[in-house]
């Protein structure tokens, strides 16, 4: 996706904190660590992590059912030597072949693992170049897959390389392959689920 698409269906966004600002990792904010220092990551809206739990949801239920591996939100992962950042995407899909069922998630800061899927849920703090950056970032540290969520577009961008992008919109069904065989969703029903829910 080319620098312009981003910045038109990211147009109606406004940001509202400062992200990017060095802090303690005493400091009880999310955040991510680059070149040894932890940055804070600026807020997700409430309706977006709506979304991005009901999306875990959907991609948990369905890697239990079939043995594939473990949906996680807002996990910190270890990137390792690759691209040496600590990332911590709104959703991801660690497979079984990359850690083992038996192997339990450590107890540790991050997660020393590249998750097979990465999924970043566009909030109106995110940052154009930011969002573009980390997604070559994560297929350097050998992500397989990334989706970048747009709740206010209702649209989802599949990256199978940073230069391979399929857009997909609310009529569309959303595919796991090639991390996910048979995973199918619906994205109507992703979008009218959180929809509904957050109806009063």
Not at 51 to 74: N, P
Not at 76 to 99: E, I, M
Not at 107 to 126: C, F, I, Y
Not at 142 to 151: D, I, L, M, S, Y
Request: overall charge negative; glycine content about 4%; some cysteine.
């Amino acid at each position: 996706m080319t620098l312009a698409v981003w910045k038109t269906a990211m147009e109606n966004t406004s940001s509202t904190t400062s992200p990017g600002a060095v802090l303690s990792r005493d400091d009880d904010l999310l955040y991510e660590v680059v070149d040894g220092q932890a940055v804070e990551l600026a807020p997700m809206g409430a309706y977006e992590v709506w979304l991005a739990t009901t999306l875990t949801e959907y991609l948990r239920r369905f890697a239990r059912q079939h043995h594939l591996g473990r949906a996680v939100q807002e996990m910190l992962f270890d990137l390792g030597a690759a691209v040496q950042r600590k990332r911590r995407p709104d959703v991801a899909f660690v497979s079984y072949d990359r850690w083992p069922p038996q192997q339990r998630v450590p107890r540790t800061e991050a997660w020393e693992v590249v998750p097979n899927l990465a999924v970043e849920v566009v909030s109106p703090t995110d940052r154009v170049n930011d969002l573009i950056n980390k997604v070559a970032e994560y297929f350097r540290a050998g992500v397989e897959c990334v989706w970048v969520v747009f709740p206010s577009q209702e649209q989802v961008y599949i990256y199978a390389s940073p230069t391979s992008v399929r857009l997909l919109t609310r009529a569309d069904t959303l595919y796991g392959e090639p991390v996910l065989p048979h995973f199918q969703l619906q994205l109507a029903a992703l979008f009218d689920e959180v929809e509904e829910t957050e109806r009063p």
